[in-house]
């Protein structure tokens, strides 16, 4: 099982920027994958950002250019780190682990970001 805690969320305005951690319960080299998703009301859940066990990076096309995903293996934290926010990046930010051999997916409780304009 992995764990998954969040943080950062919080009220910011328009231009403004926020960094979310998210700590894992295991080392990130077990982990195959590790995203940051979002979800505003009345839609779905989309992808924000996701980095690989190996570096690799990619991003939702509404955020390439303004958020960036790191990870600290370190810490068993992965960030992201949101500038030039939008009122349309308002929404809960979920992060992800994808691990295991089957590609199990764990979930973490989501932190609350909002973009005033």
């Known amino acids: 099982q992995v764990q998954l805690v969040e943080s950062g969320g919080g009220l910011v305005q328009a231009g403004g920027s926020l960094r979310l951690s998210c700590v894992a319960s295991?080392?990130?080299?077990?982990?195959?994958?590790m995203g940051w998703y979002r979800q505003a009301p009345g839609n779905q859940r989309e992808l924000v950002a996701r980095?690989?066990?190996?570096?690799?990076?990619d991003y939702g096309d509404s955020v390439t250019g303004r958020f960036s995903i790191s990870r600290d293996n370190r810490k068993n934290t992965v960030y992201l780190q949101m500038n030039g926010l939008k009122p349309e990046d308002t929404g809960v930010y979920y992060c992800?682990?994808?691990?295991?051999?089957?590609?199990?997916?764990?979930w973490g409780q989501g932190t609350q970001v909002t973009v005033s304009s």
């Open positions: 980095i690989t066990s190996g570096g690799s990076t």
């Open positions: 295991r080392s990130l080299f077990s982990i195959n994958a």
């Open positions: 992800k682990a994808k691990w295991g051999l089957s590609g199990i997916d764990s």
